[in-house]
């Protein structure tokens, strides 16, 4: 069976669909109806802009069975201009070359498979600048 | 009137040369640099296809028109490489561009012509007053069989245009399509591969159906070769449109900005409307541009567009069909193309 959680958060996976806390301008990434820095209530809905830069990274070499094909891989966490932060793969580079402060567009790109014949997962993935 | 008012173009940034697959099957290299004039492909990534394609050309239309994606009435997808056999491409698009829910969605298929197929219904109903606005999109991820002809250019990448009745980059002042039973190219259900029928593909096909439909476009139209500053024809190699462009009277000048193929690859439905897309990059106020599409099976569509006064400033919106031909690149061996292509098994 398709996974529930992925079908209901597609919003924020495939639009990048996040909250701004009117009370004290906090962004969260995905989308909270509680601000996490004042408890406030009342959130905005905006979609973060495809591009970010890498606050920190790793590589992963032995990763979960469905991403065997890509390993080594590097993963990041990215914060968009609006300061929404999302952790993401960095692909189309070097993983080595993914460090902190790398700029990188985010992308659309298939994340996983659910097995042989079950649905195609999509969400977003950094791709190096330039 | 109807035309464009947005468009957008994605091609993957891994490449293969033409010479690294002829080494592979014991080829000469240069005999298909020569022959075909194929120098590099396009191959998507382990996490592109169609739907990703789709939706990367897409948000550049959108950028480009500047409008809200939410009052798009109709998109459609054509491809002959839809990553589901059943469930359509359209519903991710939709919902990842800000599409969905009150859209009318469909998926195209028509060998390499589903691009414009999909252009051609989204701009009907645009003009018909059906819908404001029309995304017609063509992207391919296609495959050759190992150590056929068809390896050297069946590659990645799409492109995406939005119709609209205002504020247009292009107009469309004029279509036409031409369609016949011809089985020069098939892929049966179930089968990986697709398969050509040999002698069917050159003189019955492409170029009887390609020649058929711009001649009759340009007749119809009262237009000649020597009007346009710019014709597209379908790429399945680097000979064919080049062949067809001399044969209707065009010369290489109006043939080169859209002859995308030597370091692209034929990215099948998405091919032409990529062509496109390099030319509208660069297009002048009132260059006319021809287009004329192949899908085997076989039919063409062409479009007669005129640049208008908008389209130079709203290029610098979305990326160039250039900045992502000449930008940055990975160049694989036969063997990381082929797991990227997934021909090599794997124990679950
Ligand atoms: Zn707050």
Redesign the interface.
Known sequence: MPSPRYWRERANRFRLEAARCKGCDRVTYPARTICPSCRGTDLETLNLSRKGKVVTSTVVHVGPSEFTMEAPYAMAVVETPEGGRLMVQVVDCEPSDVQPGLEVSLEFRLIRREGHSGILCYGHKGVPVG | MAGIVGYGAYIP??RIKSEEIARQWGKDPQAISRGLLLDEKSVP?????T??IS??AG?GAVERAGIDPSVIGALYIGSESH??AVKPSGT?VS??L?ITPEVHVADFEFACKAGTEAMFVALGLVESGRVEYAMGIGADTSQGAPNDALEFSASAGGAAYLFGKENLLVEVLDTYSYTTDTPDFWRREGEFYPRHGGRFTGEPAYFKHVLSASRAILDRSGYKASDFRHAIFHMPNGKFPLSAGKQLGFTKEQLEVGWLVPTMGNTYSGSSPTGLAAVLDIAEPDDLILITSFGSGAGSDSFILRATDLLPQRVERAATVKSMLE??R?YLTYGQYA?FREKII?N?
């Open positions: 940034r891994n990534g382990l996490d592109e296809d739907i990703t939706v990367a948000l990553p589901y991710i919902e990842a800000g930008g940055p990975r797991k794997l679950d």
